[in-house]
């Protein structure tokens, strides 16, 4: 099992930034893959970033392309996301996520979710 806890959200206004983090417990030697995924009320879960938990490279959902960005801490067990730019459309719920083979909305682990707020 891995346990993920979010920390990092709150409010801010359009244009600013926020950074997410990501803490990792239990079997992250299992892992392959960690990121974020994002959810709006009403509406299906979304991706946003993802990054290979053992080789550099990351992947972008299209609409944080250029302003957020992925990165990790192995030696910590921590995945951060640093949002820049901020839109009022990123207003959302962030959740960690973590995958032994592929990230999805079915994938194996999830955080419990921290609050983003941006206001116009």
């Known amino acids: 099992q891995v346990q993920l806890v979010e920390s990092g959200g709150g409010l801010v206004q359009a244009g600013g930034s926020l950074r997410l983090s990501c803490a990792a417990s239990g079997r992250t030697s299992s892992m392959y893959v960690m990121g974020w995924f994002r959810q709006t009320p009403g509406k299906e879960r979304e991706f946003v970033a993802a990054m290979s938990w053992r080789i550099d490279r990351q992947y972008y959902a299209d609409s944080v392309k250029g302003r957020f960005t992925i990165s990790r801490d192995n030696g910590k067990n921590m995945v951060y996301l640093q949002m820049n730019s901020l839109k009022p459309e990123d207003t959302a719920v962030y959740y960690c996520?973590?995958?032994?083979?592929?990230?999805?909305?079915?994938?194996?682990?999830w955080g419990q979710g921290t609050q983003v707020t941006v206001s116009s």
């Open positions: 996520a973590a995958d032994r083979t592929a990230l999805t909305t079915d994938s194996d682990y």
